[in-house]
């Protein structure tokens, strides 16, 4: 019997969301350009069936057919700012009291010998 990935079977509500909002935008971005599943699908190279799973969201589209779809649309550009380390303040915070303290002080170096 084969397992099956919790994730992509009942993945957590935020994700759930965020995926049918990124497919719900990709969507908008092609019929804005007035591009057909087809040829989205010819331009990236998948089937129109991996266009359509990514435009309704669901969770075991691969990341490559998303970031395909925004480089289609143009928009790959935007991607750069997904978990940018210096806009992660959480972890910025978290990083900052893990980091090792000097127990003295170090001294200049003396020149009287």
Same mark, same amino acid.
């Given at each position: ?40 699908? @010819? @331009? ?70």
């Amino acid at each position: 019997m084969a397992k099956t990935n919790a994730l992509l079977s009942a993945p957590p509500y935020a994700v759930e969301q965020a995926l049918k909002h990124l497919g719900a935008n990709l969507r908008t971005a092609r019929v804005r350009r007035g591009l057909t599943l087809d040829e989205v699908s @010819k @331009k990236i190279g998948a089937g129109v069936r991996a266009v359509t799973d990514a435009e309704n969201g669901k969770a075991s589209t691969g990341v490559a057919i998303y970031l395909a779809l925004l480089w289609a649309y143009d928009l790959l550009g935007q991607f750069d700012s997904v978990a940018d380390p210096t806009r992660d303040a959480e972890g910025v915070a978290l990083a900052k009291t893990r980091e090792r303290t000097r127990a003295r002080r170090s001294r200049a170096p003396d020149n009287d010998f």
